[in-house]
């Protein structure tokens, strides 16, 4: 049962990570799109895309996977995963980039597609 659970967290995280690195480019694209126009604040697009950039995929996949509800299938609990204070450093803009990504399509799409295998997991 363990390594089953392994296999489903290492696959949607594989899965999740390439869908949500597309949806990055495509939010980088927008941002550069919209950099060209005139008349649009530069320094503050410029300082957007840079945040975009350097934004970690990694909290996309973790958002992810708690909503799946994929922690709390795990057959053996530990108590070190209380990432919590880690949580609430985060700043006002790398939620809102993170929401923005999740209400992409494409990761909408994923997302759906895992949700169904962590039912039938279950």
């Excluded at 480019?25 to 957007?48: D, H, P, T």
């Excluded at 985060?90 to 997302?111: F, G, P, Y």
């Amino acid at each position: 049962r363990l390594e089953r659970y392994n296999k489903l967290i290492y696959m949607s995280t594989k899965a999740i990570h390439k869908e949500a690195k597309v949806v990055k480019s495509f939010e980088c694209q927008k941002i550069a799109r919209r950099l060209k126009e005139k008349g649009s604040n530069k320094e503050l697009l410029e300082q957007k895309l840079q945040h975009t950039k350097g934004f970690s995929l990694e909290e996309v996949v973790k958002v992810c996977q708690k909503r799946m509800g994929l922690p709390n299938l795990n057959p053996e609990p530990t108590k070190s995963d209380d990432k919590e204070t880690e949580k609430a450093e985060e700043s006002k803009q790398d939620k809102e980039l993170c929401e923005r990504m999740l209400k992409h399509k494409r990761l909408v799409a994923t997302m759906d597609t895992w949700n169904e295998k962590v039912t039938e997991y279950r």
